[in-house]
């Protein structure tokens, strides 16, 4: 099968015979992708001509109802992305569905949300200033949508809500987007984009897919157009620096690796709930995506008189997990996406050994695959770390291993415990586990200036929290430092992104124009 590039209104296959996309689980080919061919300058053309042109025609709130019917549109087909998700990421079904009902949530949540703004077009940014001692002469801060597109290139890790989480706030903000995602996952997105499209929900023009090599797309943007970018910290260093995104100013936002934290408070005993919520917690945070997620927990930083238990409770849990094909129901966890995904987790692991010892060994022989070939399928089963010496140990605060991997990091006192879950160098998250109202909120400030969000945890909300790993798109996604710098989500604050803050000095009278089918919104 060949995946269909989506540009300038027309479906096309690109030359050559393409990158094959495979099962992780069987070793079997699926599908090729490529983009020789392909033209990148007409489709952004086409999508910023036809696309932007229609979307802006619309107010926020029919934009808004777009959302809600894509959802429908992915809602009926559901069942098709499963089985996409299955063959091509090696998803168990609960890792399936954070990637497709996320996606779903996150669109109806967008409808939602961008209804409120009713039939403005564009936002006002706080009221009038004044400038002078004349009160006719005034100055209004605003954000129009950008005329250009918003190309979204994606990890491979969410094929589904990679794209969406993206997508929603672009097209709300009356912006369309032209999504590439990682080639070796990208049929479900393909396969996304071609349902919407010949759903005819949308305008034509305003959702463009190419599967396949970036070629010059970077070369034909302009000032007009974003880029969004999910994945590894070397690949964001070499997109920033390209000369036509440096010389056109071409505003990006960048999410990528993270050294995620969860801490577990000084005040905590060994069998408490709050120890039972932490043990859990880093449990699911390994095995779920077979640790495949941006905001996994990697270090697990715990008071040293408790290390022993910590590690008692996690390779309990851990070394139960079934792994294997994940078309068995029983199996809690597939492989991991490809054998290069594989070589670079094993690689990533033996520069964490110089700073650890293992706990728990993902690769022994000891680790049974229920029903697949482990020379086939790209399998590593969770692998527990424990760092003696953490405040001096380098690897453990910067190699990212992208699977079921995390170190354990003992602490001696309060302050400690802080220093290490700072050494990430900035990340996307940091969960703090216990009891007492002041280390949490303490523990909090502390780290929010270093983390895109702080998950504080006591048993009061143990059955209501979210999860350390969940994003919510009512909440912000992103993080300094390393990860990017980015922001995205954060309810309606993700349309800043997609919209020009700009200010017109004038008279009163023209202001009061200019705002007619404006609403006030502060991002
Ligand atoms: P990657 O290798 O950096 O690839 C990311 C995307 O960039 C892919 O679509 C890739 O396309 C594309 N790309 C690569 N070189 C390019 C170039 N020269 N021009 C334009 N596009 C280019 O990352 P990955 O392996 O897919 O994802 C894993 C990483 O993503 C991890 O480090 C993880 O931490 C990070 N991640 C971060 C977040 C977050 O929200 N912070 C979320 C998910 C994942 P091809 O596939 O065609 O090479």
């Known amino acids: 099968m060949r995946l269909l590039n989506y540009v300038g209104g027309k479906w096309l296959p690109g030359e050559e015979r393409g990158v094959p996309l495979v099962d992780p689980t069987l070793g079997i080919e699926l599908a090729r992708a490529s983009t020789i061919g392909i033209d990148f300058g007409a489709g952004l053309e086409h999508a910023r001509r036809a696309g932007g042109t229609e979307l802006r025609a619309l107010d926020y709130a029919t934009r808004a109802a777009l959302l809600g019917k894509i959802a429908e549109v992915l809602l009926a087909n559901k069942k098709d992305y499963y089985e996409i998700a299955l063959a091509n990421s090696g998803s168990p079904e609960g890792d399936a569905a954070i990637d497709i009902e996320g996606a779903i949530f996150t669109l109806q949540y967008f409808a939602r949300a961008g209804s409120v703004l009713g039939n403005a077009k564009m936002l006002l940014d706080a009221g009038l200033v004044k400038l002078g001692k004349d009160d006719g002469f005034q100055a209004q801060h605003m954000l129009t949508p950008v005329r250009g597109v918003a190309v979204l290139i994606n990890a491979f890790n969410f094929p589904s809500w990679g794209l969406w989480e993206k997508a929603a706030p672009a097209l709300l903000s009356g912006v369309p987007v032209l999504v590439k995602p990682a080639t070796s996952t990208a049929w479900l997105t393909q396969r996304m984009v071609e349902d919407v499209v010949k759903s005819g929900v949308l305008p034509e023009g305003a959702l463009s897919v190419v599967c396949g090599d970036a070629g010059n797309l970077l070369d034909v943007l302009t000032p007009d157009d974003l880029v969004s970018f999910t994945g590894s910290a070397d690949t964001a260093m070499r997109l920033r620096g390209h000369t036509n995104v440096l010389r056109n100013s071409v505003r990006m936002n960048v999410e990528a690796d993270s050294l995620n934290s969860c801490l577990l408070g000084p005040d905590v005993k060994a069998g408490s709930p709050e120890f039972e919520l932490f043990v859990n917690e880093v449990v699911r945070e390994m095995i779920v995506k077979a640790g495949q997620k941006c905001t996994a927990i990697r270090r697990i930083i715990v008071p040293l008189g408790l290390a022993d238990a910590v590690t008692q409770a996690l390779t309990a849990l851990l070394s139960k997990t079934s792994i294997s094909n994940p078309r068995n129901k029983d199996v809690r966890m597939g492989p991991l996406v490809n054998y290069q995904q594989l070589a670079s987790a094993q690689e990533g692991l033996s520069r964490l050994k110089q700073d650890t010892r293992v706990l728990l060994d993902g690769g022994a022989p000891s680790f049974k695959l229920v029903d697949a070939d482990p020379s086939v399928g790209a399998f590593l089963a969770p692998t527990l770390l424990y760092c003696a010496n953490p ?88 993080g300094p430092g390393r990860t990017g710098g980015g922001e995205e989500l954060g309810g309606l604050r993700a349309l800043g992104f997609y919209h020009r803050r700009s200010v017109i000095q004038g008279p009163v009278n023209v202001l009061s124009k200019v705002g007619v089918s404006a609403t006030t919104f502060n991002i």
Do not use: W
Request: aromatic residues 4%; charged residues 15%; glycine residues 8%.
């Open 391 to 478: 405040l001096n140990a380098s690897h453990v605060h910067n190699v990212e291993v992208f699977g079921p991997v995390a170190t354990l990091l003992p602490y001696k006192t309060r302050d400690e415990a802080i220093v290490l879950a700072r050494r990430s160098q900035g990340s996307l998250v940091a969960s703090v586990f216990s009891d007492d109202a002041d280390f949490l909120s303490v523990a909090a400030l502390e780290l929010a200036n270093i983390h895109g969000r702080v998950l504080a945890v006591n048993t009061d909300v143990g059955a209501s929290q979210t999860g350390h790993g969940n994003v919510m798109p009512m909440c912000l996604h992103g």
